[in-house]
């Protein structure tokens, strides 16, 4: 329903802020390490925004950035992983943490989230890693659409960053697109991943 809202931010209590549009001020739900990316009171901000609806429960969730608003929702799409998770995992993963630690299995990484135990984080790692089932990378550079980097490790790298792409849910002919964009010999694959997604926001 909200895509975002821009206004002043009026106050901050606890995980929740109000941010005023207009005359109406909008309380959204908002960790403290988010918090501290969007600004301080008074200032002027743009609070990208879920709407959560349930029977019982109207929220709405905001984020500092669209990336982090597309990784909540990604999150969303996990069997068992609610918004309260979701937000909690973003609050402390960047995406390109979290597209790393999917494409190594690193449950470890994602149990340092609170409250988010062993299942719900092999979950995560099972059903994201699922986005790449199908994809062809050797067919992908037949094609002439992905550079060739000269070294081993720097077509790692680079198929590394594609595939994360694909798993915060890029199509895979903008993941290649960006992937080859952000390439860069000496960068390593988050580094790459950060890049890339710097690009996709523009």
Known sequence: MYGYIKGEFVSARGENIIVENHGIGYKIYMPLMLQGRIGHIGDQVCVYTYHYVREDVISLFGFPSPEDQDMFELLLTVSGIGPKTAITVVDLLQPAELAMAVLGGDVKKLCTVKGLGKKSAERIVLELKDKLKGFD?????????VIMPSSESGRSELADCVSALL????PASEANRVANLAYEEGLDAEQMIRKALRLLAK
């Open 137 to 145: 990378q050797g067919a992908l550079e037949a094609s002439g659409e």
């Open 167 to 170: 798993v915060l849910g890029y």
